[in-house]
T-cell receptor, first 113, second 113 residues
Framework: DVKVTQSSRYLVKRTGEKVFLECVQD?????MFWYRQDPGLGLRLIYF???????EKGDIPEGYSVSREKKERFSLILESASTNQTSMYLC????????????FGPGTRLTVT | GENVEQHPSTLSVQEGDSAVIKCTYS??????FPWYKQELGKRPQLIID?????GEKKDQRIAVTLNKTAKHFSLHITETQPEDSAVYFC????????????FGTGTRLKVLA
């Protein structure tokens, strides 16, 4: 059974804190993605990774960084959290090829106060 | 830049009626077009997809059509049921060495009993 997990379902952090969101997949997928979901804006790509230690910026990378040290694990880092980063964060993975289903994690609802 | 427009943003239909959601993409090289359904509080899940060498695909009450010339694709749900109520997202693949997906902004479908 395909599985993508995220480290937390709900997270509350203070402005200025460093925040780590972790995603793990057990499908040996090459590609992993971090999205941000806001009402009316859909799913916006923050960063993605196509191999260990490889990453590319998505549409809204400002204020975020990522790390992929192992194939199964992709971390999103908020260097200094701000209130406008309050959102739902979704991780996804997919095999190589660009024509395959993305498998999503359950999401992390992050609130920055 | 790459873009996917999705309409309408909200759609209400009577149970048993049909629902149609339309998307337009900008990158003519896109060759994979998935549709995801996201129920309240849950992760997005693939319901149907179509590849660029096919004009139409059907799976029971759900169908997707693709017009590559016009760069648009549509989701059709027939005989709608209350459990079809959800947010639906279209997406288009962007293949330029690496693989990523651009999502539409979502359509909230309400099926009225």
């Amino acid at each position: 059974d395909v599985k993508v997990t995220q480290s937390s379902r709900y997270l509350v952090k203070r402005t200025g804190e460093k925040v780590f969101l972790e995603c793990v997949q057990d499908m040996d997928h090459e590609n992993m993605f971090w999205y941000r979901q806001d009402p009316g804006l859909g799913l916006r790509l923050i960063y993605f990774s196509y191999d260990v230690k490889m990453k590319e910026k998505g549409d809204i990378p400002e204020g975020y960084s990522v790390s992929r040290e192992k194939k199964e694990r992709f971390s999103l880092i908020l260097e200094s959290a701000s209130t406008n980063q309050t959102s739902m964060y979704l991780c996804a993975s997919t095999p190589n090829g660009g024509r395959y289903e993305q498998y999503f994690g359950p999401g992390t609802r992050l609130t920055v106060t | 830049g790459e873009n996917v427009e999705q309409h309408p943003s909200t759609l209400s239909v009577q149970e048993g009626d049909s629902a149609v959601i339309k998307c337009t993409y900008s990158d003519s090289a896109s060759n994979y077009f998935p549709w995801y359904k996201q129920e309240l509080g849950k992760r997005p899940q693939l319901i149907i997809d179509i590849r660029s060498n096919v004009g139409e695909k059907k799976d029971q009450r759900i169908a997707v059509t693709l017009n590559k010339t016009a760069k648009h694709f549509s989701l059709h749900i027939t005989e709608t049921q209350p459990e079809d109520s959800a947010v639906y997202f279209c997406a288009a693949s962007i293949t330029s060495g690496t693989y990523k997906y651009i999502f539409g902004t979502g359509t909230r479908l309400k099926v009225l009993a």
